[in-house]
C-alpha cells in the first residue's frame, strides 16, 4: 500500500544541511515525514515544484512589530503579514513597544495577541532594564520568549543600560544567549554636537564607527568576566566584523540586507531620512567588510530589524527624525539578489537565516528540512525578476527604501507547518500563528 501524506511538495529543488538536490518532500501532520522520490506515494495535496528551490523556513530574528502602543504604523497582524508575503517562517520581536515587554504580564499579553492573529510563527525578546534585572533569570525561561535583549545605545523607545555595571548584572543573572544593540552611549552623547541640521549624511558622522566599536569591544570583556553568551545585533562595521573573529566562543553576529546593500553617502543624498537606521549605514568601505565578514564565517545570521515608522514621521528634518525602515518583506528578495549576484551561496543563505538562529537561540525542531521537523518551508524562484514596489509592501508604514528596486529571486511559497500560508503572492490560509519552541525552555 503507497504511502499518504497530507501535502507532497514534489521536484523542486531541496536545499539544506547536505547540499542542493532534487527531492520530493512529504508532510504530515504539521511535520517533515519523508524525503525522497515520492512517486509512488498519495497525498491530500500535491505541489509541482519543478523549477523551484525549497528552503527551510526563513526565520528573521530581528523585528518591530510596534505593538501594544504604536499601531498606528505597525501591529502584529500586518508585520507578520509582510513576513509571511516575503517568505518569512517565524520571526523575533522586540520589547521597545509602549508600554515595554519588560514583565511576565508584558510577555504573557504579546503571545496572547499573537496566538493564531500572526501569520507566522513567534517568540518575543523580553527588555532588559535596571528595575527587572533580578527577574530576568524567570522572564527569560517564559513559554514565548526567544531571550533578553539590552540597548547599549538610545534607540527608539526608552530601554537603556549604557554602563558596564549595568550590563554586568544583566549578564549574571541570566542562562541563555543575550542580544545587544552594541553602540557606546557616552560617545553618542559626547559627538551630539556633530549632528547637522537638515542632513541625514551626518548621522553615521554622529554615531560613528568607534562609538560601535567600543562598545562591542567592552560587551565581549562583560561577556568573557560572566561566562556567558552573547548575540551582537547588527553590526555595521569592518571593525568588529574583524574584532569579533577573536571571540567566537561567547559571542554571535547578525548584520541586516540594508548595511549589507546601501552604503553612504549616496543612500542618504537618494533616499534622505529614509535611509536612517540606528546603528547607520555606513560607507562602501564598512559594507565590503560585512561582506567579508560574511565570507570568513564571523556573521551568524541575517535579521531585517524590520523598524517601521510613518513617512511623517521620517519626514521630520533631521535629527528629529525617527530612525528605522521596514524590511521583513524585502529580506528574502534582497539577500536571493545578492545570490545571484555571486556575493553568497545559496547554502549559505540558507545557514545565516534558517540553520544560524535555530543554532544561535536552541530553536526546537525548526531550521532545516529533516523528518520530525515542522514543516516549514520558503519556496523560491531563483530565476524570477521583479521589481519591489511599496503596493506590495504590508506593512502598516506603507514604504520600503527598495521600491523601484529590481531584483532577480522571488519567494513564490511560504509553508509554515504543513500549512501553505502564502503562495504566488496571495495569502491562501487564516492567521495559524504559534509561538516557537526552545530547547532551553521546553518544560514551559
Known sequence: MAESYDLILKGGTVVNHDGEGARDLGIHAGKFAAIGDLARAAAGELIDCRGLHLLPGVIDSHVHFREPGLTHKEDLESGSRGAVLGGVTAVFEMPNTNPPTTTAEAIADKVKRAHHRMHCDFAFYVGATRENTKDLGELEMLPGVAGVKVFMGSSTGSLLIEDDGGVRAVLKAIRRRA??????????????????????????????????????????????????????????????????????????????????????????????TLAQLNPPI????????????????????????????????????????????????????IMLDHVNAGR????????????????????????????????????????RRETITERWIASRAGWTPYAGVTVTGWPVGTVIRGQKAMWEGSLTAPAQGERVRFLETLAS
Open 179 to 272: 542580544a545587544f544593540h552594541s553602540e557606546d552611549e557616552y560617545r553618542l552623547r559626547e559627538r551630539m554636537n556633530l549632528r547637522v541640521e537638515g542632513d541625514a549624511r551626518s548621522h553615521p558622522v554622529w554615531r560613528d564607527a568607534a562609538a560601535a566599536l567600543m562598545c562591542t569591544q567592552r560587551l565581549i570583556a562583560l561577556a568573557r568576566e560572566t561566562g556567558k553568551r552573547v548575540h551582537v545585533l547588527h553590526v555595521t562595521t569592518k571593525d568588529e566584523a574583524v574584532f569579533l573573529g577573536g571571540h567566537k566562543d561567547v559571542a554571535t553576529a547578525e548584520a541586516t540586507p540594508a548595511h549589507l546593500t546601501l552604503a553612504a553617502p549616496e543612500c542618504y543624498e537618494r533616499l534622505g
Open 282 to 333: 555606513r560607507d562602501a568601505a564598512h559594507r565590503e567588510g560585512l561582506w567579508h565578514g560574511i565570507a570568513q564565517g564571523v556573521i551568524d545570521s541575517i535579521g531585517s530589524d524590520h523598524s517601521p515608522h510613518t513617512r511623517e514621521e521620517k519626514a521630520h528634518p533631521y535629527p528629529k527624525t525617527h530612525s528605522g525602515m521596514t524590511g521583513v518583506q524585502t529580506l528574502v528578495p
Open 344 to 383: 553568497l551561496s545559496l547554502p549559505r543563505l540558507v545557514d545565516l537565516t534558517s540553520a544560524g538562529p535555530a543554532r544561535l537561540f536552541g530553536i526546537a525542531a525548526k531550521g532545516r528540512i529533516a523528518v520530525g521537523y515542522d514543516a516549514d518551508l520558503t519556496v523560491v524562484d531563483l530565476k
